[in-house]
């Protein structure tokens, strides 16, 4: 068996001196028979078949990707925790520039989350906020928080004493304003979320100190 010619999806084999195309379409080869390729009307039949062909596998690949089976998605995943599913799920990383997310954020959104601007303390509106449920990231909707994690710090931003799970979100050293801190962030947008302190109550003994800003809120009863 000898290859003789390739184009995209189909191909030509020569086998005991016979033509034959094929193309591979989910996984499967289809073949084409031919007779034999000495006169003009064969090299069109021939080309007929691998027009055809390309088509099919054309059809084939967008009927996958319609149904979701075989387009692999290009973004990275991340393993995070979802208080919806009661278990962890794998979601796609959001990595948009700051012009996108100056389209979908407010600019006090904007500034805080991705600008690591901080809102002025005993201003946000969720530090007051006793309802039961869940905080997510406002850039990206990853869960964060929850309720029953949310205590009354006195420092005048939403304080927790843990995450949703330490997969949800990423700590960072922040040099800044000439102290080192630890930096929260969104691990699906990387989001800048606040910072966290080892001053907070049990059973942690840390302090997410939270810019309402950066959450928004959802009511589970
Ligand atoms: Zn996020």
Redesign the pocket.
């Known amino acids: 068996m000898i290859m003789v010619k390739y184009c995209t999806e189909s191909l030509l084999l020569k086998q005991e001196g016979n033509l034959k195309a094929f193309t591979v379409v989910n996984d499967e080869v289809i073949y084409y028979n031919f007779i034999t390729i000495d006169n003009f009307m064969q090299v069109i039949r021939i080309l007929f078949v691998m027009i055809v062909a390309r088509s099919l596998a054309i059809t084939a690949t967008s009927q996958q990707e319609n149904i979701g089976v075989s387009k692999k998605k290009d973004g990275k995943m991340i393993k995070v925790y979802s208080i919806e599913n009661k278990g962890y799920v794998e979601l796609e990383k959001?990595n948009k520039s700051n012009e996108e997310w100056r389209k979908i954020l407010t600019p006090e959104q904007f500034e805080v989350?991705r600008h690591e601007a901080t809102e002025c303390a005993f201003t946000g509106h969720f530090l007051n906020n006793h309802e039961k449920g869940v905080y997510?990231?406002?850039?990206?909707?990853?869960d964060?928080f929850v309720s029953d994690a949310k205590f009354e710090s006195g420092t005048g931003w939403p304080s927790f004493f843990q995450p949703v799970a330490g997969e949800n979100i990423i700590l960072k050293t922040d040099k800044s304003l000439f102290m080192i801190r630890t930096e929260v962030l969104?691990?699906?947008?990387?989001?800048h979320l606040g910072h966290v302190f080892e001053d907070g109550p049990k059973p942690t003994g840390l302090r997410f100190c939270i810019n309402s800003v950066a959450l928004k809120f959802e009511k589970i009863e």
């Open positions: 959001i989350t997510r990231c406002v850039c990206c909707g990853n964060l969104c691990s699906r947008c990387g989001a």
